[in-house]
């Protein structure tokens, strides 16, 4: 089997429900999955959940990077994992937002995107 990384051979909606499924494993809340195939160039999906504690989410987060690396999907890097307030991980065409629920509201991402389709998983 070649090392390649899938996800250009991926489609992203089945990336998404992957990404989705482990987060629903840890227990992830509230989860938004956008499509944004079309409308953006630096992503292809975002997911959005929230996280009950700062351990809850860096496990979350932690969790997607294991599943990723052995999914063979391509893992960029992430951002915030010490607050773990919003931990942001790039996995290029699909970016994972884990929020604190008084930073998700706040940031309130899902009002940004609130015109963009939403992916049932």
């Known amino acids: 089997m070649t090392d390649a990384k899938k996800f250009s051979q991926v489609d992203v ?16 809340k509230e ?9 953006e160039s630096y992503a ?13 989410a860096q496990g979350l987060a932690e969790h997607v990077r294991l599943q ?7 893992f960029m890097h992430y951002e915030g994992f ?7 991980l790039d996995l290029n065409d699909v970016l994972v937002n ?3 629920p008084q ?3 706040l940031y309130n ?5 609130a015109d963009a389709p939403r992916i049932e998983a």
């Open 109 to 113: 991402l899902e009002g940004l995107w």
């Open 68 to 74: 990723a690396k052995a999914e063979n999907y391509e």
């Open 44 to 56: 292809d999906g975002i997911i959005i959940v929230s996280a009950t504690s700062v351990r809850h």
């Open 103 to 105: 930073a998700r509201e």
């Open 31 to 39: 989860l938004v999955l956008i499509d944004l195939r079309g409308k």
């Open 13 to 28: 909606a089945l990336k998404i429900e992957a990404i989705s499924g482990w987060l629903k494993e840890k227990k992830g």
């Open 82 to 88: 010490q607050t773990g307030q919003w931990i942001l």
């Open 98 to 100: 884990i929020f604190q």
